[in-house]
């Protein structure tokens, strides 16, 4: 009998405990099983699969190449059934079926939620999950299923092999302040004048960072002296209100909140031009649900 017919979802909740923990006697603990029936189950996957999944020294394990394959599937199957349970549930209180989109802080206004209601109203009844998560949270939820698609600036995301990525619109970076602050009001703005402000910026992992620092770099200009880091646009944007703060914003979503008169965009010698886009997986089936969701993102860009 194939090793595959045996193995059982439990089993996969094991595998890929042991993989986060490197421990058998931790994992053993937090999975509710003794430590000898774990490692007994382990050696028999191994004499199964005829590999060694993991490397063992006094410090734990250290997953091996097969390990690391076979977690990655596991964490997919995993992933699915998950998806599946919620589907099941969301279904039994009405709705006829389930999305659910990623999206980082940066674009979370604007395009998202016009999209939103355009699939609303193809979609009345279906449950529309939207998610606001940096983009590196987001990724392994994608890759295990757990997530349809994902809505982000995309030119400093680094992607793997099995995601595709296409491009919705160009997208620039702006450097914006409150209406009180000492340079809302001026018509000529350096790098050297902004940067004697102390900044807001956003977290390492947001591409929105990564994107402030390329510009930055292009305009031979220093890192900010930042005295908060965050990626909650709610909080920038009130921050900025009162105060002499300055900060990094894409130019869509600047667009919104000027409009707003919350913030003021410095005329600054921007070089740089980056693009927000769609992930999704590779060889995942498009359903009517994510494919109206896709036309939605579109429509805002064509008109």
Not at 14 to 41: C, D, I, Y
Not at 101 to 107: A, E, F, I, K, L
Not at 250 to 264: E, G
Request: charged content about 20%.
């Amino acid at each position: 009998m194939e090793w595959t017919h045996r193995l059982r979802m439990r089993q996969l909740y094991l595998l890929v405990a042991l993989f986060e923990t490197r421990n058998v006697s931790h994992t053993a603990a937090q999975m509710g099983v003794t430590q000898p029936g774990l490692s007994k189950w382990l050696n028999e996957l191994e004499t199964d699969l005829n590999v060694k999944l993991f490397k063992r020294n006094s410090r734990g394990l250290t997953p091996t190449e097969f390990c690391t394959a076979l977690v990655g599937h596991a964490r997919v199957i995993i992933g699915e059934l998950d998806r599946t349970q919620a589907t099941i549930r969301v279904m039994s209180i009405g709705a006829s079926g389930n999305l659910v989109v990623g999206t980082t802080p940066t674009v979370a206004t604007g395009v998202v939620p016009r999209a939103a209601g355009y699939f609303r109203k193809r979609f009345p009844d279906a449950y529309l999950n939207i998610i606001e998560s940096p983009i590196d949270a987001l990724l392994p939820e994608l890759q295990e299923g757990r997530v349809d698609l994902i809505v982000t600036r995309t030119d400093q995301v680094r992607l793997d092999a099995g995601v595709r990525c296409d491009t919705l619109y160009p997208e620039q970076i702006r450097i914006v302040v409150g209406a009180r602050h000492p340079l809302s009001r001026k018509r000529k703005v350096a790098w050297s004048d902004v940067l004697r402000y102390p900044w807001i910026i956003p977290p390492k992992t947001s591409p929105l960072r990564r994107e402030l620092e390329h510009e930055l770099a292009l305009a031979g200009q220093p890192s900010p002296r930042y005295r908060v880091e965050t990626g909650s646009t709610l909080v920038i944007v009130s921050m900025l209100e009162d105060g002499n703060l300055v900060s990094p914003m894409s130019a869509r979503l600047m667009l919104y909140f000027q409009n707003l008169k919350q913030v003021v965009p410095l005329p600054l010698p921007y070089l740089r031009e980056g693009s927000v886009g769609v992930i999704r997986r590779r060889e995942a089936a498009e359903s009517p649900m994510l494919q109206a969701f896709m036309e939605g993102l579109r429509q805002p860009v064509a008109g």
